[in-house]
């Protein structure tokens, strides 16, 4: 290897040739869409509804005691009898 230099060159060069685009450069549009596209619904219409304290609270504790003390499961397969 007589002229290693150029070799160096020609890596560094093949290199750099992988990170060129093939078009011109967007301002993020292509992942905007992208994203925009993943979402089912982007204007969904919401109804809200207000609860009182107490019944927020009944809620978080039922949910919070369904962990600590579990309902047992049924026997039986979901696929029939």
Same mark, same amino acid.
């Given at each position: 290897?007589?002229? !290693?230099?150029? %070799?160096?060159?020609?890596?560094? %060069?093949? +290199? %750099?040739?992988?990170?060129?685009? /093939?078009? !011109?450069?967007? /301002?993020? +549009? #292509? @992942?905007? #869409?992208? @994203?925009?596209?993943?979402?089912?619904?982007?204007? !969904?219409?919401?109804? @809200?509804?207000?609860? /009182?304290?107490?019944?927020?609270?009944?809620? @978080? *504790?039922?949910?919070? /005691? #369904?962990?600590?003390? !579990?309902?047992?499961?049924?026997?039986? #397969?979901?696929?029939? *009898?």
């Amino acid at each position: 290897m007589k002229h !290693p230099r150029i %070799l160096i060159l020609a890596a560094l %060069l093949g +290199a %750099l040739a992988g990170c060129a685009t /093939d078009g !011109p450069a967007t /301002d993020g +549009a #292509s @992942v905007r #869409s992208m @994203v925009a596209r993943q979402i089912a619904n982007p204007e !969904p219409q919401r109804a @809200v509804g207000a609860i /009182d304290g107490r019944t927020a609270v009944n809620m @978080v *504790k039922n949910y919070t /005691d #369904s962990y600590a003390t !579990p309902q047992q499961q049924q026997a039986g #397969s979901a696929f029939g *009898k």
